[in-house]
């Protein structure tokens, strides 16, 4: 997983393919603490790879699995959060350096 512009966010986690976005979300509100939205890509950062359905497994975005931990294959979520409306984003920074 990578935040988007803040490298120290960034976190590895094993996941099943059958995991939801909604499920992934939480997983991130968890690692690094409440926020408004949360937009997710696969692979890189970019409009056309947005997985939006929350209810949507990962497998259904084209995210690849395996049978055991050990063999399972790498993929890159970037994500990108933004605060809630009445939160900074230097605000949720500080935060998160407690």
Not at 5 to 32: G, H, M
Request: charged residues 30%.
């Amino acid at each position: 997983m990578k935040l988007l512009d803040w490298k120290f966010a960034d976190f590895q986690v094993t996941l099943s393919t059958n995991t939801t976005i909604d499920q992934l979300v939480q997983i991130i509100e968890k690692r690094i603490g409440r926020f408004g939205t949360c937009t997710l890509c696969k692979d890189e950062f970019r409009e056309m790879n947005e997985m939006t359905d929350g209810k949507m497994k990962l497998k259904e975005y084209g995210i690849a699995g395996s049978k055991s931990k050990q063999d399972a294959p790498h993929s890159i979520i970037c994500y990108d959060v933004k605060p809630f409306e009445y939160i900074s984003q230097e605000q949720m920074l500080l935060s998160w350096m407690n």
